[in-house]
């Protein structure tokens, strides 16, 4: 039987016990697909890594499971392990700044991930293996309102509609009116299955819940994120998510050609608030790269058994 050392991440935040949570589990050579389910159902937290390398190392392949299934890219494991292996001292090169630079291998590919030290701690930014992409997902209006438990009138504003959006990870993405829309939605997980169904291999996306209104004065949207029928009733903060919802927002709102800095906060009905900053750079009004960025502290350390 074998130790190997996990560690415990809150990430999308500056602050412990706040975030998304994420476990880390070194090492992890040796361990097949059922051992890491196993692994991951027993922290039961929204993903687990599993670091296929020892640590150090200037690329680093992993793999990221819920409780439930593989998923080939997220985005605060992505944020969480690129800032613990810098922790530990991996980087492919470390700039003057004290910058550390390395690559994590996802299932989606290799992602470049920036980390540096601010003021408020560790930040990592990465940029997306894939460009969100509509997906074969459709819902309506009052569909989408009947899965929430909402009113037909609250899904919706200005001129964003219901749409569907992949970047590795599909979510039908619901924008509602305000922040009293959001804070009453409730995910009917049978009526949304049912509803939004399955397309080939994909499995059923989540519901990605945002509003233009916010709790935050620097945040740009307010968001929530749905899915327990993967195993998830409600996760805190979700980069995946915001991949996708880059799509949705350079389809509606047609930003200007150049870089947009969009900042999403989440998780605050859950007592664990988040930021994520989500930046777009648009060329000939089309979308022609997307970053992901965060903090994340490091709140827990052991071992486990396997």
């Known amino acids: ?29 040796g361990l097949d697909d059922h051992a890491m389910q196993e692994i991951a159902q027993e922290f039961n937290l929204s993903e687990t890594v599993f670091v296929l390398a020892p640590p150090g190392g200037a690329r680093t ?15 605060h494991p992505t944020a969480g392990t690129a800032i613990a292996l810098a922790d530990l001292g991996a980087s492919a090169e470390v700039g003057d700044d004290g910058a550390v630079l390395l690559v994590l291998e996802e299932k989606i590919g290799p992602i470049r991930c920036l980390v540096t030290r601010e003021a408020h701690g560790a930040f990592a930014e990465f940029g997306l ?8 997902f459709e819902i309506s209006r009052e569909g989408a309102a009947a899965a929430l438990g909402l009113d037909p009138q609250d899904v919706g504003f200005e001129n964003h509609v219901v749409s569907a959006w992949s ?3 599909p979510y ?24 939004v169904g399955t ?43 915001a991949a996708a919802l880059a799509g949705a927002i350079v389809h509606f709102d047609q930003p200007v050609d150049g870089t947009t800095e969009c900042w999403i906060e989440q998780g605050l009905e859950m007592g664990r608030p988040s930021n994520i900053r989500l930046e777009l750079d648009v060329g000939n009004g089309a979308l022609s790269a997307a970053r992901i960025g965060g903090y994340a502290v490091k709140v827990a350390e052991g071992v486990i058994l396997r």
């Open 167 to 169: 970047a590795g990870v």
């Open 199 to 241: 397309r080939g291999d994909a499995a059923t996306p989540a519901a990605y819940v945002y509003c233009r209104e916010t709790e935050q004065h620097l945040s740009t949207f307010h968001a929530r994120m749905f899915a327990g029928h993967l195993g998830t009733r409600e996760d805190p903060a979700t980069g995946s998510a």
């Open 129 to 136: 293996a894939r460009l969100p992409a509509q997906a074969p």
């Open 1 to 29: 039987m074998s130790k190997r050392k996990y560690l415990v991440y809150d990430v999308f935040t500056d602050r412990a016990f706040a975030g998304n949570p994420l476990a880390i589990v070194l090492d992890s050579v």
């Open 61 to 75: 392949p992993i793999r990221i499971f819920t409780p439930a299934h593989e998923l080939p890219f997220a985005g």
């Open 172 to 195: 039908v993405c619901v924008p509602v009116r305000n922040l009293d829309a959001a804070a009453r939605a409730r995910l009917d997980t049978r009526l949304w299955t049912e509803m």
